[in-house]
């Protein structure tokens, strides 16, 4: 299994990532992007400057906080870090491409559905992860993926890092600390 991932293959997962997002939407049409915060907030914002350089000339963008609508937040602590969701577009009948930077679980993606529901009925949610890790404890699936782990050990972690938030761009794989 490889477990580090550098700044030319975050690069080429991206790119790969935002041309099966582009064949899948017409690029006339209205996309609202949304992105989980903090990493699937920069992914958005990546994609959504991707589909920008392929045509895309109405995409409507977003980011959403799940923090309050997670299964663990006792868990977390007393004072959860609560950042500001910012939707701001009528999401009703249009399609939606939520993102995030890591699938495991599905519990994160279960969160972000029930938070989009609070601000209205899209027309559909297509799911975009950079890297999907398999690990599911509830049926969700993403849409588009950019690379797909099949082999990471449950007490392993897929860390990705991105310069906006992290001063680099990698992926990598490796035991809990």
Known sequence: MRTQYDADDVRRLVAALADKVAAAFKPDQPLGVIGIR??????????????????????????????????????????????????????DRVPILLVDDVLFTGRSI??????ITDFGRPGAIRLAILVDRGGREIPIQPDFTALTLTTVPTDYRVKVKLTETDGTDEINVGPKA
Do not use: C, Q, W
């Not at 991707?50 to 977390?76: C, M, N, P, Q």
């Not at 959860?80 to 701001?88: E, G, Q």
């Open 38 to 91: 903090t990493r699937g907030e920069v992914l958005a914002n990546r994609l959504a400057a991707a589909l920008a350089a392929k045509g895309f000339s109405h995409l409507l963008r977003g980011v959403l906080d799940i923090t309050l609508y997670r299964d663990d937040l006792s868990e977390i602590g007393p004072r959860p870090l609560v950042r500001p969701t910012a939707i701001d577009f009528n999401i």
């Open 110 to 115: 279960r969160a972000a559905l029930n938070a």
